[in-house]
Structure formats: structure tokens, C-alpha cells
């Protein structure tokens, strides 16, 4: 088992920047891919970022790409998500996700996903 858990949310007006940290508990991070989703007030749990397990390849939601960077650290078992360039739209509670993905393709469908840490508040000011 995992345990997740995200920081660095707040307000951030229009064009700004964060970095959200989840920093993870457990054993054996490095086997699990980790994934960034995100979930806005009456909507469903979205996709935003996944990262293999060594690091070396990454996918994001088109709605973020090109303005979002996931990155992890195995030493520290940490991973973490740059965005620049925010829009009112980024606006919502981003969660941190873990699953082995052991014997199955990874997907992007957050009911597929094991772990999951409390999130974090993201605002952004139009």
C-alpha cells in the first residue's frame, strides 16, 4: 500500500504559476506509475497528468499540455506538477493518484486508480 499526500495548492491569479508536491508513504514507490487528476465543484474527476514509474515518460490531458510538467523523485518519493500559465479554468481540487498498474495498460479513468491522497485547493482569479 501507498499513502498520498498533496500540498502547494492556493490562489494564484490569471497566468500564474504553482507547484503541487505529493509526497508518498509506503513501499516501493518506484513501482507505481503516479498521476495527477483534478475535480471541479459538480463535475466529474478528471485526467490531468501521469508519469511512468522510472520517470522517463510522461502524458497530459490535452487541456494542460504544453502548461503543466509532471516530474518525480524515487529517492524522495515525491511527485510533483508544475503549472504555469493558469486559467480560471485550472480552478479545482487536484488529487494525487497511485495504482502498479500490474499486468494492465494504464488509464487515464480515475475509477481505475487505488490510491488516492486528500487533494489540494487550486484557484485561480480571473
Not at 514507490?29 to 497528468?49: D, L, T
Amino acid at each position: 500500500q501507498v499513502q498520498l499526500a498533496e500540498s502547494g495548492g492556493g490562489l494564484v491569479q490569471t497566468g500564474g504559476s504553482l507547484r503541487l508536491s505529493c509526497a508518498a508513504s509506503g513501499r516501493s514507490f518506484s513501482s507505481y506509475v503516479m498521476g495527477w487528476f483534478r475535480q471541479a465543484p459538480g463535475k466529474e474527476r478528471e485526467f490531468v497528468a501521469v508519469i511512468s514509474r522510472s520517470g522517463s515518460s510522461t502524458n497530459y490531458a490535452d487541456a494542460v499540455k504544453g502548461r503543466f510538467t509532471i516530474s518525480r523523485d524515487n529517492a524522495k518519493n515525491t511527485v510533483s506538477l508544475q503549472m504555469n500559465s493558469l486559467k480560471p479554468e485550472d480552478t479545482a481540487v487536484y488529487l494525487c493518484a497511485a495504482d502498479d498498474f500490474r499486468g494492465t495498460a494504464i488509464s487515464r479513468h480515475y475509477r481505475v486508480w487505488d490510491y488516492w491522497g486528500q487533494g489540494t485547493q487550486v484557484t485561480v482569479s480571473s
